[in-house]
């Protein structure tokens, strides 16, 4: 999966609110929370948990998730993320083994916006089609958060 992390047009800022600290210790910090956000939107992909879910997913990328409704024989298409998420969580092939193998941190483009890759790894054998990771982004206001919806379906 390799989707645009070039930021352009996107509104996100530098995260210069935030407080000056060392390049380490800023890799350090931001590894740990983009890590707990990717840890956090895979227990909410096991459980369906469309609150949790929503909440680490960009705004702008809710309705990837809302999308996935689309022919789920439910009866029409969800238009909004949380009770679209479930569906989505469903059809996300091996989230009930995914597992973070690495975070891999790095910026967009133009060097501004701290983004981590969150390599995925899965602890059985999964037929079908995986996410191999997820990207996430530093916004605005302090929070890592995926932009791009990975598909992950079979």
């Keep these: 999966m390799t989707p645009d992390i070039s930021g352009e047009g996107t509104g996100e800022g530098s995260g210069e609110h935030r407080e000056e600290v060392s ?9 740990e929370q983009a890590r707990a956000a990717a ?3 895979l227990e909410a992909l096991r459980d369906g948990d469309g609150e949790t879910g929503c909440a680490v997913i960009d705004e702008d990328a809710h309705s990837a998730v809302t999308l996935s409704t689309m022919n789920s024989g439910e009866g029409g298409m969800e238009t909004e993320c949380q009770p679209a998420f479930p569906i989505y969580a469903e059809r996300f092939n091996g ?11 790095g910026t967009d483009s133009e060097g501004k916006v701290p983004i981590a890759t969150v390599h995925l790894e899965y602890a059985q054998e ?13 916004m605005d206001d302090g929070e890592w ?7 992950g379906g079979p």
Aim: proline share 2%.
């Design 39 to 41: 840890e956090d939107f």
């Design 95 to 105: 989230a009930d083994v995914a597992q973070i193998r690495e975070v891999e941190m």
């Design 126 to 138: 999964v037929a079908g089609q995986t996410a191999d990771d997820l990207l996430f982004w530093l």
């Design 23 to 31: 390049g380490a210790e800023r890799t350090e910090e931001d590894t």
């Design 145 to 151: 958060r995926i932009r791009t919806v990975p598909f």
